[in-house]
């Protein structure tokens, strides 16, 4: 195909949500409301994971990295979303669009990777207790921390270097953020090979990664069936749940935008779809991760007294 005909596009324009005038400062206000309160609830897990010596385990330092992840994952997205919502429209250079693009699914891709490792420390402590903290020894998590971040954006290069050399000839990206199917809808040749391939590695890494937790999750099920007692049981199922319910709210609308049926992406529903991994599941992860879990509701309640006592050091 000859590009010289083309138009190259110097600037994109995210046309994700139109609302009427009336609405929009409310919805506008709305998610500002929620985007800061996610920001600070995660940046709440994080410092109290740094400051509660009974949240040094490997668990809570996987959790922190998580909240950590949703920090940087939800300030890629939002901010052009509050732009749309607050002119109708958000302009973007191209630069700018394809570092969004790969940064948003490095990372991602990052927490795919992170959400696996954390069955795999629930596997560790359930199912070989003996054994754990030497298994999951400080160098061990730093380890496995950093290789989710490296797996992550090294996996994110294959699909967005593909959407980023492609020759645009339309500006108006159908989403709130620079995403790979909006993007190629706007190219100036068919996609079709490359949409493929992202599906292909998208759908790969997300269905390896899922096939891994529900393998850790099938063992620590049948370990937990084997206590003895209805307590023991209760408290290793109450270590999971948490960790459950992120996992599906994230595979969940992950697998139905990315490898869906095609109807879901011509009916406009991912952009819908795509608010839950992008913008509830960062802001519900604080509250999962504090109302559901005791030890980390028992820190909060430590946090007062630490702070009284040292405003009374001279």
């Known amino acids: 195909m000859d590009y010289a005909n083309h138009t190259w596009i110097q600037t994109f324009i995210l046309v994700g949500f139109t609302t009427s005038e009336a609405l929009r400062p409310l919805a506008f206000l709305?998610?500002?409301?929620?985007?800061?309160?996610?920001?600070?609830?995660?940046?709440?897990?994080?410092?109290?994971?740094?400051?509660?010596?009974?949240l040094s385990t490997p668990m809570y330092f996987f959790i922190s990295i998580l909240s950590f992840l949703e920090i940087w994952y939800i300030s890629t997205t939002v901010p052009t979303l509050l732009q749309n919502l607050l002119h109708g429209s958000a302009p973007i250079?191209?630069?700018?669009?394809?570092?969004?693009?790969?940064?948003?699914?490095?990372?991602?891709?990052?927490?795919?990777?992170?959400?696996?490792?954390?069955?795999?420390?629930?596997?560790?402590?359930?199912?070989?207790?003996l054994h754990?903290?030497?298994?999951?020894?400080?160098?061990?998590?730093?380890?496995?921390?950093?290789?989710?971040?490296?797996a992550g954006f090294s996996s994110a290069l294959v699909p967005a270097t593909l959407t980023a050399t492609l020759p645009y000839c339309l500006c108006n990206v159908a989403h709130y953020f620079?995403?790979?199917?909006?993007?190629?809808?706007?190219?100036?040749?068919?996609?079709?090979?490359?949409a493929?391939?992202?599906?292909?590695?998208?759908?790969?890494?997300?269905?390896?990664?899922?096939?891994?937790?529900?393998g850790f999750y099938g063992g620590i099920l049948k370990s937990i069936l084997k206590m003895p007692s209805?307590?023991?049981?209760?408290?290793?199922?109450?270590?999971?749940?948490?960790?459950?319910?992120?996992?599906?709210?994230?595979?969940?609308?992950?697998?139905?935008?990315?490898v869906g049926p095609p109807v879901v992406r011509a009916e406009g529903r991912d952009k819908l779809l795509s608010l839950v991994y992008t913008f509830l599941t960062p802001f519900l992860n604080p509250i999962i991760y504090t109302l559901r879990n005791r030890e980390v509701k028992e820190a909060v309640k430590r946090t007062p007294?630490?702070?009284?006592?040292?405003?009374?050091k001279p």
């Open 30 to 54: 709305g998610i500002l409301c929620v985007y800061l309160l996610t920001l600070a609830g995660n940046l709440f897990i994080i410092v109290l994971v740094k400051t509660d010596p009974g």
């Open 93 to 129: 250079s191209p630069a700018m669009c394809f570092t969004q693009l790969y940064v948003f699914h490095s990372l991602g891709m990052a927490e795919c990777f992170l959400l696996c490792v954390m069955a795999l420390d629930r596997y560790l402590a359930i199912c070989r207790p």
């Open 132 to 150: 754990y903290h030497a298994l999951m020894s400080t160098q061990v998590q730093q380890w496995l921390a950093g290789a989710t971040w490296l």
């Open 178 to 194: 620079c995403d790979l199917a909006p993007l190629m809808q706007l190219a100036c040749v068919d996609t079709g090979w490359q």
């Open 196 to 214: 493929q391939i992202y599906i292909v590695v998208i759908g790969l890494i997300n269905s390896c990664n899922l096939a891994i937790i529900l």
């Open 230 to 258: 209805a307590t023991s049981r209760a408290k290793a199922f109450s270590t999971c749940s948490s960790h459950i319910t992120v996992v599906i709210l994230f595979f969940g609308s992950a697998f139905i935008v990315y």
């Open 305 to 312: 007294k630490r702070i009284r006592s040292m405003l009374r």
